[in-house]
């Protein structure tokens, strides 16, 4: 487009966030207390290699991912655990 007298060049730009999530399930003994798991995770890391695979295998998804649980608005990345009791219900977690 050339610029003259009679236009002007005006610039239209857009951005679309994009996020990708994924999850494992690990066992955790039933001795650790809840607010102990995080320490549990962060000396018994054995599932990093899984939940990277899923990631990297996972969808695109339009939007920040951000919902009650994951909530770090200032974050590039955000892993965090959860603790559900029977019922399917979340009990204790946090951020790793």
Known sequence: MKNTNETK???ISTRAVYHKYA?????VPSNI?????DEWIANNDNFSE???QKLSEAEFECGFGLSDNMDEVD??????FDIYNSK???TWGGHC
């Open 75 to 80: 974050q590039e990345h955000e892993t965090r």
């Open 23 to 27: 999850e494992v399930t690990i066992e």
């Open 9 to 11: 060049k005006v610039v």
């Open 88 to 90: 399917g219900e979340i």
């Open 33 to 37: 207390k809840d607010e102990d798991v």
């Open 50 to 52: 899984e939940l990277d």
